[in-house]
């Protein structure tokens, strides 16, 4: 088995690889201040409740918070008895990065980047919508040209809260009119209907840069609720990241990757 980490800004996401699925997935909110003991324990609590003791043949790591990432680290170490590897731009991964700097590309859209290649014919877009939401470009030979970054709808919704005077934190449903008719759905109209405007609009104009039959496909937290939103959208893959991790454990790894 192996142990795959997609550690982000807000949750992190552990799931265990049996070679075919994905028999458990757990999460929970990311935080700097973890121990790794606190985290050995987490791991270990999941890891005995209705999972095979088999014992795993590696672990892999895709972080965006480096205060946590240690901590991270040295519980898998403990858990698994596998060092880590800690995904980042490396040519064994046969994924030219035309990006700049490579090394500034998080370990995340990284990992998108890589399941969206094996998993379907490039070129291939990505949305993942988070925290943030991040867009990975995939051209016709394989290689990640980049994407943009804008803040996530929780990320949006917090900040007005935040930094005005009178206005909610709005939960993020759906409105039942784009014209809100108080503010709680003013700015649900503005949050989930804007949010998925400029996902639509940015995916459009990077579809015309990458030319025709490009695959677009939603992932992350909040994927699933823009789907529907966004005609651009072919399909939602929640597990899309730590499918990358695997195909970049088994490039790392043994030099093949594992489906």
């Given at each position: 088995m192996?142990?795959a980490?997609d550690l982000g800004?807000?949750?992190?996401?552990v799931?265990?690889?049996?070679?075919?699925k994905?028999?458990?997935?757990?999460?929970?909110?990311?935080?700097?201040?973890w121990t790794?003991?606190?985290?050995a324990?987490?791991l270990?609590?999941?890891?005995?409740?209705?999972?095979p003791?088999?014992?795993f043949a590696?672990?892999?790591i895709?972080s965006?918070?480096p205060?946590a990432t240690v901590?991270?680290?040295q519980?898998?170490?403990?858990?698994?008895e596998?060092?880590?590897?800690?995904?980042?731009p490396?040519?064994?991964?046969?994924?030219?990065i035309r990006y700049?700097?490579?090394n500034?590309?998080?370990a995340?859209?990284?990992a998108?980047?890589l399941a969206?290649?094996?998993r379907?014919n490039p070129?291939v877009?990505?949305v993942?919508?988070?925290?943030a939401?991040?867009?990975?470009?995939?051209?016709?030979?394989?290689?990640?040209?980049?994407?943009a970054?804008?803040p996530g709808?929780?990320?949006s919704a917090?900040a007005?809260?935040?930094?005005?005077?009178?206005l909610p934190e709005?939960?993020l449903?759906?409105?039942?009119s784009?014209?809100?008719n108080s503010p709680?759905?003013?700015?649900?109209?503005?949050i989930?209907?804007?949010h998925?405007a400029?996902i639509q609009?940015l995916a459009?104009?990077m579809v015309a840069?990458l030319?025709?039959?490009?695959?677009?496909?939603?992932t992350?937290g909040?994927?699933?609720?823009?789907?529907?939103?966004?005609?651009?959208?072919?399909?939602?893959y929640?597990?899309l990241?730590?499918?990358?991790?695997?195909?970049?454990?088994?490039?790392?790894?043994t030099?093949?990757?594992?489906?």
């Open positions: 192996l142990l980490i800004n807000t949750e992190t996401r799931g265990v690889w049996d070679g075919d994905w028999p458990a997935i757990w999460r929970r909110p990311t935080s700097a201040t790794a003991d606190e985290l324990n987490w270990e609590a999941h890891l005995n409740e209705g999972l003791a088999v014992g590696g672990a892999v895709a965006v918070v205060d901590a991270m680290t519980a898998v170490t403990q858990v698994t596998c060092i880590p590897l800690h995904l980042a490396d040519p064994r991964l046969g994924l030219e700049n700097p490579p500034s590309l998080g995340d859209r990284l998108n980047a969206a290649k094996h379907f070129p877009l990505v993942d919508i988070g925290t939401t991040t867009f990975e470009a995939v051209d016709r030979s394989g290689a990640f040209l980049g994407g970054i804008m709808p929780a990320l917090a007005l809260a935040t930094f005005t005077a009178m709005a939960a449903d759906l409105p039942s784009p014209i809100g709680l759905h003013a700015l649900q109209s503005g989930m209907l804007g998925a400029a609009g459009v104009q840069r030319g025709e039959h490009v695959k677009v496909i939603a992350g909040f994927g699933e609720r823009f789907v529907d939103l966004c005609p651009v959208l072919q399909g939602y929640p597990t990241t730590l499918d990358g991790l695997v195909v970049a454990h088994g490039l790392l790894a030099g093949t990757v594992i489906t």
